[in-house]
């Protein structure tokens, strides 16, 4: 069918419609016109200049970043929420998708976890296997630390408790035990080292190499990380030194049995079997003399002795400072010949180097009576009595107790 002629009407209507198109057409222009005069007129070029440039130079590097990201076809990977779901290019677990997940799961009991890769067909999954134990590598202790005996404890059990030779235990703690393991009393605190070896106390003029011969190993031992020091660092008296697998005396386990000649030579470790006389609850000098000859308790040159050394002669009397009983009476290791008395208020005290004794074990004997003669037997560089006090098995500065 044919259209029919416009007619009056529709010629009307679109000059209306392009009469009303012309007038936005012609105030936009009008209102551009405006701006830009204003704009010109008004604006400091110099002014706006050093922002525009600015502008345009972050606008131009972040064009460029979107062209390199598009040019590289980098892809920002969607994390993996399920554990076993894989996709031909399903990447791994996001740090985050881990934490989440963990925390999210609750676990009856902490187990160590490895995660192990499983390429298959479809993709890399990872799987989480539980493992029921941790292992924890073994590392030496980083210091040296103190053991306080107790109540039938002997060296072999220490030294099993921290998996050590009893040698070691015996090596490093030869002041107080005196070479004489079998005397060793609850309350005595001994140093345990880290490893097998000897706990060295530096004497005066020794040097690293002359330590490590005496003990058999090389000088660069001493160079660990227990003892602080330095290669050319020089010693100090007293100073404390790790040698790790040391090797020191032979060490006697047993107390040597008193010779027929010398029947007081005996030991009693038990005060029961004699009526000890009350003791008077304060000490006396043992050689008539507060002179002292070698080392102070725990004197700086030697911090692990626990004794005093008093002056004496050869020869001279020595008396029991405290009436008791007399509970070991003999030679013992470093004490060389030596006495006990247990003066049954918990206090005991100790009498080394003797050259001859007059009493034997189990005798009583009051504050004042002879004991015997001052020697220079056992660890002893010349005559002198080592004088100790012990309160329930810990020993005592005897200096504290003086008259």
């Known amino acids: ?26 105030l936009s222009r009008l209102a551009t016109w405006c701006t830009t005069t204003v704009w010109r007129t008004c604006v400091d070029w110099r002014d706006k200049r050093p922002l ?23 892809t920002i990977p969607t994390p993996q929420i399920a554990a076993g779901s894989s996709s031909e290019n399903a990447p791994l677990f996001s740090a985050a998708a881990n934490v989440s997940a963990e925390a999210a799961t609750p676990s009856p009991a902490p ?15 990872i799987t989480r296997e539980a493992v029921p134990h941790t292992t924890f590598p073994d590392r030496p202790r980083a210091t040296v630390i103190t053991h306080t005996v107790e109540q039938d404890e002997t060296l072999w059990t220490i030294a099993a408790q921290y998996d050590l030779a009893p040698e070691t235990i015996a090596w490093s703690n030869r002041e107080a035990i005196q070479d004489a393991p079998w005397l060793i ?25 002359s330590i490590a011969d005496e003990y058999g190993v090389d000088a660069s031992a001493l160079y660990n990380e227990w003892n602080d020091l330095e290669e050319g660092e020089a010693l100090e008296e007293g100073q404390l030194l790790v040698v790790p697998g040391g090797q020191g005396d032979e060490i006697a386990w047993e107390p040597p049995q008193p010779e027929p000649s010398q029947p007081r030579y005996s030991y009693k470790y038990s005060a029961s079997s004699a009526a000890a006389p009350n003791p008077n609850n304060w000490f006396i000098l043992p050689t008539g003399s507060r002179l002292v000859s070698g080392w102070y308790f725990h004197d700086p040159r030697n911090p692990t002795h626990i004794g005093l050394d008093y002056k004496c002669h050869l020869g001279d009397p020595l008396y029991a400072a405290d009436s008791g009983v007399v509970t070991i009476s003999g030679w013992n290791g470093g004490y060389g010949i030596m006495i006990e008395l247990n003066h049954g208020n918990g206090f005991t005290t100790r009498y080394g180097h003797f050259s001859q004794l007059v009493v034997g074990a189990g005798q009583a004997v009051h504050q004042g009576d002879l004991l015997g003669y001052c020697g220079n037997t056992g660890w002893s560089t010349g005559p002198h009595l080592h004088f100790e006090i012990r309160k329930n098995g810990v020993p005592q500065d005897p200096m504290a107790y003086q008259p």
Do not use: C, W
């Open 1 to 26: 069918m044919d259209k029919p002629l416009p007619g009056v009407a529709d010629r009307e209507s679109h000059q209306a419609a392009t009469s009303s198109s012309r007038h936005p057409s012609l």
């Open 52 to 74: 525009a440039i600015r502008a345009t130079a972050h606008l131009t590097i972040i064009a460029l970043a979107l062209i390199a990201v598009g040019l590289s076809g980098v």
């Open 111 to 125: 187990t160590a976890v490895t995660e192990t890769a499983d390429r298959g067909e479809n993709g890399d999954t």
């Open 185 to 209: 009393q609850p309350g005595l605190q001994l140093f345990i080292l880290p490893m097998d070896g000897v706990y060295h106390t530096v004497r005066d003029g020794e040097t690293p190499r």
